[in-house]
């Protein structure tokens, strides 16, 4: 079956270091990748896609980088800052642009 | 303002009770989706309709039943044929497509917090 691993469930970081998040996905071959922010009793918020012939996306301080032959994709947070602070989720797609399963998640605590 | 709009927040109900939430968007999307998300587990689809009349069942649809009438709207039953259905319930919508200029971006729902006592 479809299985995705997010590294740890919790990664604890000062505040302007960079904090890097993976999401490893097995039994699955996704088009697309999504990561979202998620704060605690809300919905999530999309951050960034890519795409499977993308190697790397940037926004502002977010970057990922999507390796189809290791199936992983890294979530990078430069500057880090405690507005950071929340359990980020990534979201393998399918060819038809759906999200079938979201992983775990990794909670991340920037800390001044 | 556009958004996805879900109540009750919070529900309880008794075992062997149907429960409906409910479901609107008002950001003229063609797709919507429920995720049941539990303690410790990521998102998992129920079900998923991409235009009005029509939906396709996700991982975990048994005891879970949807209606499509109307494009903004997109109720979910949790019957009570769902054996575990204590959880945290998120509505989304997307506009359709993932190509050049669409992210596939899901927009969620403030959730609905349903108990079984």
């Known amino acids: 079956s479809q299985k995705i691993e997010q590294n740890s469930e919790a990664l604890n970081i000062q505040e302007g270091k960079t904090a890097t998040l993976t999401c490893n996905y097995t039994n699955y071959s996704p088009a697309y990748l999504q990561w979202y922010r998620q704060d605690p009793g809300r919905g999530p918020v999309f951050l960034l896609l890519i795409r499977e012939n993308e190697k790397e996306k940037r926004k502002e301080r977010l970057k990922v980088t999507f390796d189809t032959t290791l199936k992983q994709s890294l979530f990078h947070i430069t500057a880090s800052q405690p507005a950071d602070s929340a359990t980020y989720l990534c979201a393998p797609l399918n060819q038809a642009g759906t999200a079938l399963i979201f992983g775990k998640g990794t909670t991340l605590s920037v800390s001044s | 303002d556009g958004g996805i709009t879900q109540s009750p927040k919070y529900l309880f109900r008794k075992e062997g009770q149907n429960v409906t939430l409910s479901c609107e968007q008002n950001?003229?999307?063609?797709?919507m989706y429920w995720y049941r998300q539990d303690p410790g587990q990521g998102l998992r689809l129920i079900y998923y309709s991409q235009i009005v009349n029509d939906f396709q069942k996700g991982d975990i649809a048994e005891g879970y039943s949807v209606s499509r009438e109307k494009k903004e709207s997109f109720p979910l039953t949790v019957t009570s044929a769902q054996k575990n259905p204590t959880a945290f319930y998120l509505c989304?919508?997307?506009?359709?497509?993932?190509?050049?200029?669409?992210?596939?971006?899901?927009?969620f729902g403030e959730g609905s917090r349903l108990t079984v006592l």
């Open positions: 950001l003229n999307h063609d797709a």
């Open positions: 989304a919508s997307s506009s359709s497509g993932t190509g050049d200029t669409n992210t596939g971006e899901l927009f």
